[in-house]
């Protein structure tokens, strides 16, 4: 297995308090969509940001509800994420790169200090995991820092097709 994901198997935090591989799942998605929310700009609070797999189990308990689960936000893209595409965060992993969502304003500064057009840059699909996530909508620009031992930083830009 790569670095920076969870892998979910009968260990020690699945099994923490006699708890369910399904309870486990559903935390890690659980946490996956608040984590997203809150950098879409979604007031998340810090308490369910920050609870526990055991404090998740106390709450909803071994065998969750769904409907226990749900969450009362308004929703700015599609809703019908499978679970298994929430268990990790992408934009957590290891090897991701940091990365910024440019506004409209430095996406047209960008373009005009190069002198080029947006689809001359190198893309991203709507349906890049990273798009998914950020909800990101086709024209804008992922600016991607990549920091290394040969080269201090290098950035590199995206526009979402």
Same mark, same amino acid.
């Given at each position: 297995?790569?670095?920076?994901?969870?892998c979910?198997?009968?260990?020690?935090?699945?099994?923490?308090?006699?708890?369910s591989?399904?309870?486990?799942?559903?935390?890690?998605?659980?946490?996956?969509v608040?984590?997203?929310?809150?950098?879409?700009g979604?007031?998340?609070?810090?308490?369910?940001?920050?609870r526990s797999?055991?404090?998740?189990?106390?709450?909803?308990?071994?065998k969750?509800?769904?409907?226990s689960?749900?969450l009362?936000?308004p929703?700015?893209?599609?809703?019908?994420?499978?679970?298994?595409?929430l268990l990790?965060?992408?934009?957590?992993?290891?090897?991701? &790169?940091?990365?910024?969502?440019l506004? /409209?304003?430095? =996406?047209d500064?960008l %373009?005009? $200090?190069?002198k080029?057009?947006?689809?001359?840059? &190198?893309?991203?699909?709507?349906?890049? /995991?990273?798009? =998914?996530?950020?909800? %990101?909508? $086709?024209?804008?620009v992922?600016?991607?820092?990549y920091?290394?031992?040969?080269?201090?930083f290098?950035?590199t830009y995206r526009?979402? %097709?």
């Amino acid at each position: 297995m790569g670095g920076g994901g969870e892998c979910i198997t009968r260990s020690s935090h699945v099994m923490e308090g006699g708890g369910s591989l399904e309870s486990y799942r559903y935390y890690l998605s659980r946490r996956t969509v608040l984590q997203m929310l809150n950098d879409r700009g979604y007031a998340v609070p810090n308490s369910e940001l920050t609870r526990s797999l055991t404090e998740f189990r106390f709450t909803f308990g071994d065998k969750s509800d769904l409907e226990s689960l749900r969450l009362c936000l308004p929703l700015r893209s599609n809703p019908s994420k499978k679970i298994t595409d929430l268990l990790v965060n992408v934009t957590k992993h290891i090897l991701q &790169p940091k990365h910024e969502v440019l506004s /409209a304003g430095e =996406r047209d500064k960008l %373009l005009k $200090k190069y002198k080029i057009e947006g689809k001359q840059l &190198p893309r991203m699909l709507e349906t890049d /995991a990273f798009a =998914r996530y950020y909800g %990101l909508q $086709k024209g804008q620009v992922v600016k991607f820092t990549y920091c290394s031992g040969i080269a201090e930083f290098l950035e590199t830009y995206r526009c979402v %097709l």
